[in-house]
Structures are given as C-alpha cells and as structure tokens.
Nanobody, 123 residues
Framework: QVQLVESGGGLVQAGGSLRLSCAAS????????MGWFRQAPGKERVFVAS????????LYADSMKGRLTISRDNAKNTVYLQMNSLKPEDTAVYYC????????????????WGQGTQVTVSS
C-alpha cells in the first residue's frame, strides 16, 4: 500500500514558479512510475508529467512542455514537479499518482493517488 501526500501549491503571479512535492509513505523507488495530473474547475483531470521507475524517462503534456521538470529522489521516496513561467490557465488542483507500470505513460493505470494540492496563478 502506498500513500501519497502533495505539498508546495499556493498562489503565484503569472510568470512565477512553484515546486510541488509528493511524499510517499511506501517504497516507490523500485516499484512505481510516478505521475502528476491536474484538474481545473469544471474540467476533467488530465495528465501533466510522468517519470519512469528508474527516473531515466520523463514525459510531459504538450500544453506545459518546456515549463516543467519532473524528478524523483528514491532514497527520500519523494517526487517533485518544478513549474516555471506559470500562466493563469495552469490554475488547478495538482495530483500525484503512482503506477506499477514501468514508464507511467498517460494511459497507464495509476493505482494510488494523493489528495491534491491547489495551484492558483493570478494574472
């Protein structure tokens, strides 16, 4: 069983940066690809980024490519999402998730989810 807790969200002005963290209670290092998703008000939850089990492969949503960096520290059981040049349309609840697949592709099954952290970008 894996429990995920996100942190680092908040209110930021357009053009600013935030670094989200996802702390896992279980050992994710050798077992889970990790992903970030977001859900804006009135919209479906969508894929943002993922990182493979060994950290060698990362994927990003086209809408945010070039502004994101996903990373993981398996020794700390923590995954990070660095977000730069934020835009008002990036406002959403951001969720961390764990997938038993190797790469955590957007269509992979994600078995565990955090409660989410709110990111609000003001114009």
């Amino acid at each position: 069983q894996v429990q995920l807790v996100e942190s680092g969200g908040g209110l930021v002005q357009a053009g600013g940066s935030l670094r989200l963290s996802c702390a896992a209670s279980g050992r994710i290092g050798s077992n889970y690809a990790m992903g970030w998703f977001r859900q804006a008000p009135g919209k479906e939850r969508v894929f943002v980024a993922s990182i493979s089990v060994n950290g060698a492969r990362t994927l990003y949503a086209d809408s945010m490519k070039g502004r994101l960096t996903i990373s993981r520290d398996n020794a700390k059981n923590t995954v990070y999402l660095q977000m730069n040049s934020l835009k008002p349309e990036d406002t959403a609840v951001y969720y961390c998730a764990a997938s038993s697949s190797l790469y955590g592709d957007p269509t992979s099954k994600y078995e565990y989810w955090g409660q989410g952290t709110q990111v609000t970008v003001s114009s």
